[in-house]
């Protein structure tokens, strides 16, 4: 019997992309197949947009109109409303490739005991190309997941639920479900815990998907993004959370990866939010963002070894770590470090 899926699209004013992203998926789906579209409050077209596809696409579209969740309930939704075989992510605002749904289908049905088959993407419209970082081939227990992969936070390997296809199954047996609280980096925990619960995963080296990164309106991309040290704190939280679930400080490099990713990522765009507020104070807001658990807990984690790096980086790592010299940072000197 032929694999199926549900493929679940929240969808959030994204009115410029919807229908393209739609089209890249029709073309692909068999009888079988459903794709439920989430309408989580728009307010722009989408909503109109989505009722008109629908229409079009009866025998393969379910929609869902609700007041705006958020991402994590909106995604537990479709999971919930899904009724095929294995589960798929498709934000509203990218694009699969025209041998997405072939692919991930020959090769279920090759191996009908894969719980989890992760895949690689492209991001668009720059075309670049990110393999997961661990080997491909099946994977039965953590230790041949992990290894010879160092660098699973800094590659962003547990970052996007669009990479997986997932056996509705294995989601439901083991109440997996994206974290209501967290509204940003909410698939990371999801992944972590979809990889490490015991299921049968199969890594591919192939890229199906295509991540758009030029929606200025992305969350993840607008300039000020209201309460960001809130946000980030509580997914902190939540991650060391599943670190300790899942014993992950045993994993080889594990601690470092992390904290790395943290600094180089988290605290730069915890920076550029401050440089691009109104906030008059500066040098009190830089105080208050270093001296976040986020930021000082992984400093203290890498200790020294930044200084393996440029001098200038070295430098800027030097005063964000100790918070010195504070007054003569600015962030928009710094940021190609």
């Known amino acids: 019997m032929a694999v199926s899926f549900s493929i679940i699209i929240p969808v959030y004013n994204t009115e410029r992309y919807l229908k393209t992203c ?92 894969i719980d989890v088959l992760m895949f690689g993407y492209e991001t668009f419209p720059n075309g670049r190309v990110f393999y997961p970082g661990f080997s491909e081939g099946i994977k039965k227990t953590q230790y041949e997941l992990f290894s010879g992969n160092q660098s699973i936070n800094r590659n962003n390997d547990f970052s996007f639920s669009w990479r997986f296809a997932i056996r509705r199954s294995y989601i439901m047996s083991k109440n997996l479900f994206f974290d209501e609280d967290v509204f940003l980096g909410e698939d990371y925990l999801f992944n972590a815990k979809v990889l490490l619960s015991g299921g049968l995963v199969y890594v591919m080296r192939k890229s199906l998907y295509r991540y758009r990164i030029d929606n200025n309106e992305s969350i993840m991309r607008k300039k000020i993004k209201p309460d960001l040290e809130a946000r980030l704190s509580v997914q902190y939280t939540k991650k060391l959370e599943i670190i300790e679930q899942y014993g992950l400080h045993s994993v080889p490099g594990w601690d470092f990866d992390f904290s790395w990713y943290y600094i180089t990522a988290f605290r730069d765009m915890l920076l550029r939010n401050l440089y691009n507020s109104s906030e008059q104070d500066k040098i009190k807001g830089l105080r208050r963002i270093l001296s976040l658990p986020l930021i000082s807990d992984n400093y203290r984690i890498i200790g020294t070894r930044y200084w393996k790096y440029s001098k200038r980086a070295a430098l800027f790592h030097f005063c964000c770590k100790h918070r010195v010299f504070l007054q003569y940072i600015d962030y928009k000197m710094w940021k190609k470090i």
């Open 22 to 113: 739609i089209d890249t998926l029709i073309i692909q789906l068999q009888k079988d197949d459903e794709v439920v579209l989430i309408n989580d409050g728009s307010t722009d077209n989408s909503g109109k947009i989505c009722t008109e596809i629908v229409n079009q696409n009866e025998k393969n579209f379910r929609y869902i109109q609700q007041q705006n969740r958020g991402l994590s309930a909106t995604r537990n939704v479709g999971i919930k409303k899904a009724q095929k075989e294995y589960l798929l992510f498709i934000d509203s605002d990218d694009e699969v490739k025209q041998d997405y749904l072939s692919v991930l289908r020959e090769k279920l049905t090759e191996r009908n005991d």
